[in-house]
């Protein structure tokens, strides 16, 4: 081989590892992603036991949990839901005071042990459409909830923060929100 083909194929070697990377990275993404479903599953069946055994609704990678049913019509697209909620990282079990990141419901606050400086613990009250700015795993699981459920929503990486790092979250966590539903209209 003359000096000019092994230099192509050395360049040619270099293009690619990039590529065989990106190619690793992603499917080791998708195994996180597998796993953490798999958990998730797991954490559903294990709730499937209880009696009262919850209701669960799947949509597009997301799932929520009702513990509590809730009255009246369902959410639906351009509806207006005010509800409060608590994020936590998901460890393959029920929500625990260590995992919490993020909430705006004072009880959770003070049972977890959290001393905010300014708390802002104000329902939320959003308008559901593709602009309300909430996590795909998120919107998904409120689609179809009642004035009064109480739920969880549980979902993969995927469809939380991705491969961000965002506060205490680490990158590519699997998420539950227990969310409060007070009141919604579908006007």
């Not at 590892?17 to 597998?34: D, G, M, N, Q, V």
């Not at 049972?111 to 708390?119: A, K, Q």
Request: hydrophobic share 35%; with cysteine.
């Amino acid at each position: 081989m003359t000096a000019k083909g092994h230099v192509l194929k050395y360049i040619v070697a270099l293009i690619m590892i990039p590529a065989s990377l990106a190619s690793c990275k992603k499917e080791s993404l998708e195994t996180t992603y597998s796993s953490q479903e798999d958990r998730i599953d797991s954490f559903i069946e294990g709730l499937m036991g209880q009696d009262p055994a919850p209701r669960v609704v799947h949509n597009g990678g997301s799932n929520r949990i009702v513990i509590q049913e809730g009255e009246g019509e369902e959410l639906a697209e351009g509806g207006t839901v005010s509800f409060y909620y608590a994020g936590y990282v998901f460890s393959g079990s029920a929500p625990s005071a260590g995992n919490l990141f993020v909430t705006n419901r004072e009880e959770t606050a003070a049972e977890s042990g959290w001393t905010l400086s300014s708390p802002d613990y104000e329902i939320l009250t959003m308008t559901y459409d593709k602009n309300a700015g909430l996590l795909d795993g998120l919107m998904k699981g409120l689609k179809g909830v009642k004035g009064g459920e109480i739920c969880y929503i549980v979902f993969s990486g995927k469809y939380g923060f991705g491969d961000e790092i965002t506060g205490s979250i680490p990158a590519n966590s699997a998420l539950i929100y227990q969310i409060w539903v007070e009141s919604l209209t579908n006007e």
